[in-house]
């Protein structure tokens, strides 16, 4: 069955970094847009990136400059590395596939905590 697993999620103090990995597993990764979510709570969840098979990549306004979405096809691995990290970027990141006219895939998420 398909897989996605989120991994790299932690405590950061202000202004450090993260890398977040989605291990993807039962489907042609290379096929598909992937994308990183957040949910922070009390909020509804939002889109952090997106990166299309072909490579296209868009970012949320919040976090342009800080945060590169990238792929690796051939290992089924989608990264996000996070840098100069707020407070408000706490909340939990969904790695998600995206298949058109079909239910999307999504991973069970990490946990990423901003705080002195």
């Known amino acids: 069955q398909v897989q996605l697993v989120e991994s790299g999620g932690g405590l950061v103090q202000p202004g450090g970094s993260l890398r977040l990995s989605c291990a993807v597993s039962?489907?042609?990764?290379?096929?598909?847009?992937m994308g990183w979510y957040r949910q922070a709570p009390g909020k509804q969840r939002e889109l952090v990136a997106t990166?299309?098979?072909?490579?296209?990549?868009n970012y949320a306004d919040s976090v342009k400059g800080r945060f590169t979405i990238s792929r690796d096809n051939p290992k089924n691995t989608l990264s996000l590395q996070m840098n100069s990290l707020k407070p408000d970027d706490t909340a939990v990141y969904y790695c998600?596939?995206?298949?058109?006219?079909?239910?999307?895939?999504w991973g069970q998420g990490t946990q990423v905590t901003v705080s002195s």
């Open positions: 998600r596939l995206i298949r058109p006219s079909r239910p999307d895939y």
């Open positions: 039962g489907i042609i990764f290379s096929t598909y847009t």
């Open positions: 990166i299309t098979n072909g490579g296209n990549i």
